[in-house]
Structures are given as structure tokens and as C-alpha cells.
């Protein structure tokens, strides 16, 4: 058992309880959905559309190119015009 009440063995008989760290990121994050971004993380920036947006990760995509960052890593968002 984790100390925050999550249970990580591999079989898993419930639904899956998610908590969401950076709820008003993620929630941002949800309404840029199909929009243009610049994400600065803690590795540097990143820029494209936001194709996806999930608890615990973005998917930022740019030509042929996929990212998946962890919202924990965002430092700041800017939607581009």
C-alpha cells in the first residue's frame, strides 16, 4: 500500500481511482484541446497542438512529431494566437 492510499499490485478487481495532482492545470489543459501551445517545462519548451489531456500527461503534437508531458513538469502555458 502507498502512503497516499494507492494500491499498486497488478491485478486490479475496481475502477481505478486517479487523483489528479494539478487539477486547474489539467483542467486548463482540457479546454486547449485542439489549440496551439507553448508548454515551458523543467526540460526546456515545447510547442504544438494539444491533442490530448489526461490527469497525469499532455500529448502536444507538432508535424510528425508526438510529445507526452507529465503535467508535473509544466512550469507555465501560453496558448498561441
Do not use: C
Not at 494539478?22 to 507553448?38: C, D, F, H
Request: aromatic share 8%; glycine share 8%; no cysteine.
Amino acid at each position: 500500500m502507498m502512503p497516499n492510499g494507492m494500491n499498486l499490485q497488478g491485478a486490479q478487481t475496481g475502477p481505478m481511482n486517479v487523483m489528479v495532482a494539478e487539477p486547474y492545470v489539467y483542467s486548463a489543459l482540457y479546454k486547449l484541446i485542439g489549440k496551439r501551445v507553448v508548454l515551458d517545462t523543467t526540460r526546456g519548451s515545447v510547442s504544438g497542438i494539444v491533442r490530448d489531456a489526461k490527469p497525469d500527461h499532455v500529448v502536444i503534437q507538432e508535424h510528425d512529431s508526438t510529445f507526452f508531458v507529465r503535467i508535473r513538469e509544466i512550469v507555465w502555458i501560453m496558448p498561441e494566437t
